[in-house]
């Protein structure tokens, strides 16, 4: 049975010394990989299986030769030209050393992979440090390639003899970044990786947008304005995050969201999850405020509101946005658009709803938001009196209906 933490279908070393390092390495969730004394791949982490897309691991080359298994289609296509290059100069003289026959046999190896046209790499064995590093570009589809470093470090039992070798890779960035970028939420940021292929998925909208922003920034110094919405869109995020969202564009003084079905567990709890979040969304902006006053020494009163639509996309097109600049999930359809006009229709800390998005509620759902599906009236999108005349345009036949908060409810 594989140790508590360890994947049930990760197969462990057969040596005591090379297990133990597997769970390690697996307890602290690094992306590596474990070669016994001759260079045999023994064992992969399950973050780098996830880094690969491959959890076959006979496929990962399981009791090959490292080298083989670097040369295989399931490793070689992560890998730009530049980096193999790299590779032959920098990392085979070191493998070589330890390899029985080394230098003749891993050549035959390149051989074989690739050809006699592709044979004429020569290198020579070379002693290796008790640890070095490499640099390679990290392919991943049509993204930008990341830079990834190999961290080779030679395992000895104390004073005794070498039986192996762990290879972590470690995205090369500072640790200014990685601090920047560890303060998000692991949750979201796994729900996002699962958008990595984009395709149509079912999914709540939610748009939310601070009302009269503009006016409240030409009455407070912009440092001040700043710390503000800074406090609110901090706690709306954290609201999207803890009911199973994910967060989208960060316009202004807007936010985006989505909550899909795949993570949530169904339409219907998709559709319970947007709700929620949208009537969490006052309290969220009324603690920011506080928040606000308490820090900056604020003393005036500070009229506040948050309006928020949410709709219901039942074939959305979502994926990762991903350049030199940012990382997002992006998402393309006719109800995106109908959840922008939405929001803008609500006024003084609405939250409107579509009618496709409350029919997705099963009644049990329905019931702990304190929703009666059979008694709700709708109103055309045009009839409300926020609609603005660009909401009218793009989406006033839309039956919406406003969901009362919990002080209406009680």
Known sequence: MAPIGLPPIATLPDDPRLRQMAETLERTRLTAALCDHEWRLVWVSAELKKMLDEQDEGKLGYGNHIVECFLSETWSRTVSDSSKANFAMVDLPRIAHDTPDGVKRISNMIKAAFGQQDSNISFESEVPAPIWTSEFDFIQGDLPPLKVASIYIRLHEEAGPFFGTA????????ATITTLILR????????????????????????????ASTMLSRKMASSAYFHLVRAITTNIDEVVVRHLGIVGKHAGD??????????????????KAAIRAAKEMARACSAAVEQYSRELGGDEEIDCFINVGVHWGPTLYMGQLVTGGRLEVTALGDEVNEAARIQQSAQGGEVLASKSLLEQLDSSDAEALGINPDAIRYRLLEEMPGATEKAVRDAGVLPVAVIPSEEDLN
Not at 184 to 205: H, K, Q, T
Not at 254 to 271: I, R, Y
């Open 254 to 271: 807007g936010v985006t969201a989505f909550f899909l079905a795949e993570d949530t567990g169904s339409p219907s709890q998709a559709a």
């Open 167 to 174: 290879i972590v890779f470690d995205q090369s960035l500072p």
């Open 184 to 211: 998000g939420d692991e949750g979201m940021f796994e729900r996002m990786v699962r958008l990595y292929e984009p395709g149509r998925r079912a999914a709540a909208l939610l748009f939310a947008d601070l009302e």
